[in-house]
C-alpha cells in the first residue's frame, strides 16, 4: 500500500466510514507529521498532552495509535521530495491527521505545502475557532469577548494558485487575448492570476458553517466578502451563501433583512441569523463589535488575514488553532509558520498544536479529554507557566520550556480528572 510507511502492526484500527458517519474505533492509527523547524519541538508536547488526557478521561478503554508520515524537510531525506505521493495515501486512507507547521519558500521555491494539501485532499473548510482564555495578555481592553469560529474556504479564489510569473510566455498571451478580445489594458511587465469563486465550492463551505452553527447552537453566520468592488466573485460568494441558507435550512434562519423587515429587530428564538459584512468594514467591527460575531465564512484570502487579526485580540497564532476538514478526511494543525530560527532550542508556545489537537478529539467525538486540556491549559496560562511569547507581555514572570510548559498542562489535566 506504501511506499517508504509501515503500518503499526497488532494494535490500533483505522477509523472508517458508514454511511455519512465516521466510525471512530477505541485506538484509532492517526497519522502525524512533525513539521519544520519547531515542529521537533512542539509535536511531541502536544502528542503527549492528548495522550495523557485521553488516559484520564478514558483510563486506559481508548488510546491513540501515532503512526508518522512525511512531509517537508524530512519527507525530502526519505523519499528525495518534499511531499510523497505516501502522505496523501495514508491521510485518506486513516482520515484523521495532525500536523505540525511546514516552511513555505516566499516567492521562489516550492509551492505552499499546506496549499498543496487542502487542494489535493479537498479538505475545502479551514476552521479556526477563536477565543479568549483568561490570564492572556492582550492588546484589546476586552478580549473576552471574542469567540469566533471561522469557516475559510480552501481550495479556491487567489489561493488556487492559477498565476504566471511576469515576462512569462503565458502572461504575455493572456494579457494579448484581453487586450484583444476585450479591450483591457494590462500593463505588460504585470504577472497575471486568476481569482475564481465557484457555486458548488461556496455553497458547501457555507452549508458546513450552517451545519455547525447549528450543531453547536451558535447565534449567527456571517458571510465576509468584498463584493462590493469584486461583484462576480466575492458579491456572488454572498448572494449563494444567502441561497444555501434559504434553500436548505429555511426552518433554522433568519437573514438579517428578515430580522429588520418582519420581526422589528427582535432576534425569535431558536434560529440563527444570517447577515453579511464587507471585509474591510468586518476588520474594524471585529475589533469595536467583538460580540455581535459568532461563526464566520468567507472565502480564501479573507479568511487567513481575519482568523490572524482575530488571534491578535486573545494573544495570537502561538495559541490559535486550525482545522482543514472536508466532507470525511480532518487534517489539524497548528495555524502559525516553521520559525526555523527557534528548532531545537524547546522555546516556544505549543498551544495551536495542541488546541488542535482538542479540535480533532472534539471531531472524533472524544469531547471528555478535549474539555480537560482546554481547563488544563487555562489553569496553567491562570498560574502563569507560560513560554516567553506570553510570559514577556506578563509583569516579572519566567518563561519555561515548551516541554515544561506541556508537563504543566499534564500535571493540570491529571489534577482536574481527580
Known amino acids: 500500500m506504501f511506499d517508504k510507511l509501515d503500518i503499526p502492526k497488532g494494535e490500533g484500527e483505522r477509523i472508517t466510514i458508514k454511511g455519512n458517519q465516521l466510525i471512530i474505533p477505541d485506538t484509532p492509527i492517526i497519522p502525524f507529521i512533525e513539521g519544520d523547524g519547531i515542529g521537533s519541538d512542539i509535536t511531541p508536547v502536544a502528542k503527549k498532552v492528548l495522550d495523557t488526557a485521553i488516559e484520564c478521561a478514558y483510563k486506559g478503554t481508548k488510546k491513540i495509535i501515532w503512526f508518522e508520515i512525511y512531509a517537508g524537510e524530512k519527507a525530502q531525506k526519505i523519499y528525495g521530495e518534499v511531499l510523497p505521493e505516501d502522505t ?76 504566471w510569473q511576469e515576462g512569462s510566455s503565458e502572461a504575455n498571451e493572456l494579457i494579448n487575448f484581453l487586450q484583444k478580445t476585450f479591450g483591457i489594458a494590462i500593463p505588460k511587465d504585470s504577472g497575471i492570476g486568476i481569482k475564481p469563486i465557484s457555486i458548488f465550492r461556496t455553497k458547501r463551505l457555507v452549508r458546513a458553517a450552517i451545519k455547525y452553527a447549528i450543531k453547536y447552537h451558535r447565534k449567527s453566520v456571517t458571510l465576509v466578502h468584498k463584493g462590493n468592488i469584486m461583484k462576480y466573485t466575492e458579491g456572488a460568494f454572498r448572494d449563494w451563501g444567502y441561497e444555501v441558507a434559504k434553500e436548505e435550512f429555511r426552518d433554522a434562519i433568519i437573514t438579517e433583512d428578515e430580522l429588520w423587515n418582519e420581526f422589528n429587530g427582535k432576534m425569535p428564538e431558536n434560529k440563527i441569523l444570517i447577515k453579511d459584512r464587507i471585509a474591510d468594514s468586518m476588520f474594524q467591527q471585529i475589533l469595536t463589535r467583538t460580540d455581535e460575531y459568532d461563526v464566520i465564512a468567507t472565502p480564501n484570502l479573507n479568511g487567513d488575514y481575519l482568523s ?69 491549559i487555562a489553569k496553567t496560562i491562570q498560574e502563569k507557566r507560560v513560554t516567553y511569547d506570553l510570559a514577556r507581555l506578563m509583569d516579572n514572570v519566567t518563561p519555561i520550556k515548551c516541554s515544561e510548559y506541556g508537563n504543566a498542562i499534564c500535571e493540570n489535566i491529571k489534577k482536574i480528572s481527580q
Open 308 to 376: 490572524d487579526a482575530c488571534a491578535a485580540q486573545i494573544g495570537g497564532l502561538g495559541i490559535a488553532p486550525g482545522a482543514n476538514i472536508g466532507d470525511f478526511i480532518g487534517l489539524f494543525e497548528a495555524t502559525h509558520g516553521s520559525a526555523p530560527k527557534y528548532t531545537g532550542m524547546d522555546k516556544v508556545n505549543p498551544t495551536s498544536l495542541i488546541l488542535s489537537g482538542v479540535l480533532m478529539l472534539q471531531y472524533m467525538d472524544w469531547n471528555e479529554p478535549a474539555q480537560l486540556i482546554e481547563k488544563a
Open 88 to 163: 496523501f495515501k495514508a491521510i485518506e486512507y486513516f482520515i484523521i491527521a495532525l500536523k505540525g507547521p511546514l516552511t513555505t519558500p516566499v516567492a521562489g521555491g516550492y509551492r505552499s505545502l499546506n496549499v498543496t494539501l487542502r487542494q489535493k485532499l479537498d479538505l475545502y473548510s479551514c476552521i479556526r475557532p477563536v477565543k479568549y482564555y483568561p490570564g492572556v495578555p492582550s492588546p484589546v481592553r476586552h478580549p473576552e469577548k471574542m469567540d469566533v469560529v471561522i469557516f475559510r474556504e480552501n481550495t479556491e479564489d487567489v489561493y488556487a494558485g492559477i498565476e
